[in-house]
């Protein structure tokens, strides 16, 4: 079953605003991951957020994750046209395959 | 140097042809898989090897058959093929470390069945 959905499905902002996407998953996790995937392109990994921490930085990423509420948040801040992708949170299988079960992703428009 | 190569990028075959995608990673991860992604971009899992060993094998067709020479190498074979098989197929590979299982994936298979 689908583990991770994010909101929204579809984002469109101006270049220099901020984006912020939501993902909510079902079962207990010890981390979770954001990936981002550009047109055309294979899925890349942005950052990896455990279940003991509340938030972490990466350049002009920041992501919280509130395992109370089983849902996580990325946030872009001063977006640039570059950004523009789909990004999807992904959780670990509960079964420890190491599996990674995918949400169906936000895409992102950012206009210049 | 790419790090997760899969060939072909693009494929278009006709119904009831055998295909196969080729995908190598120069990781030394010994963790692969292969993953399908639909139109509406909704990712999952096919399968999963481990030192040439299947891990996962999720509900797929038997016409989809993945073949691991070595760690390095996981080949996805589909026999038989159906129109509902075109899809974007993504080879991936990973390590485990007591962090998580990050998963570095090539850049998509775009098979088309018509």
């Known amino acids: 079953s689908q583990q991770g959905e994010e909101d929204p499905q579809a984002l469109s902002i101006q270049e220099g605003e901020n984006a912020t996407m939501n993902c909510s998953y079902k079962?207990?996790?010890?981390?979770l991951q954001w990936y981002r995937q550009n047109s055309g392109r294979g899925l890349v990994h942005l950052i990896l957020?455990?279940?003991?921490?509340r938030e972490k930085h990466s350049g002009r990423l920041r992501v919280t994750l509130d395992t109370s509420k089983k849902s996580s948040s990325l946030l872009i801040t001063a977006s640039r046209a570059a950004d523009t992708a789909s990004y999807f949170c992904?959780?670990?299988?509960?079964?420890?395959?190491?599996?990674?079960?995918f949400g169906q992703g936000t895409t992102l428009q950012v206009k210049p | 140097d790419t790090a997760v190569s899969q060939t072909p990028k693009y494929l278009v075959t006709q119904m009831g042809n055998d295909k196969s995608i080729k995908c190598e990673q120069n990781?030394?991860?010994?963790?692969m898989y292969w993953y399908k992604q639909d139109s509406k971009k909704f990712l999952k899992i096919m399968f999963s090897?481990?030192?040439?060993?299947?891990?996962i094998n999720e509900t797929v067709p038997n016409r989809f058959s993945p073949k691991s020479p070595d760690k390095a190498h996981l080949n996805l074979h589909i026999n038989s093929l159906e129109l509902g098989d075109s899809a974007v197929y993504f080879c991936?590979?990973?390590?485990?470390?007591?962090?998580?299982?990050?998963?570095?994936f090539g850049e998509g298979s775009w098979l088309t069945v018509v």
């Open positions: 991936a590979s990973s390590a485990r470390d007591r962090t998580g299982n990050t998963i570095y």
């Open positions: 079962t207990s996790i010890n981390n």
């Open positions: 957020i455990r279940s003991n921490e």
């Open positions: 992904a959780t670990p299988d509960s079964g420890n395959t190491g599996k990674l079960i």
């Open positions: 990781l030394g991860h010994d963790t």
């Open positions: 090897y481990n030192n040439k060993e299947l891990i």
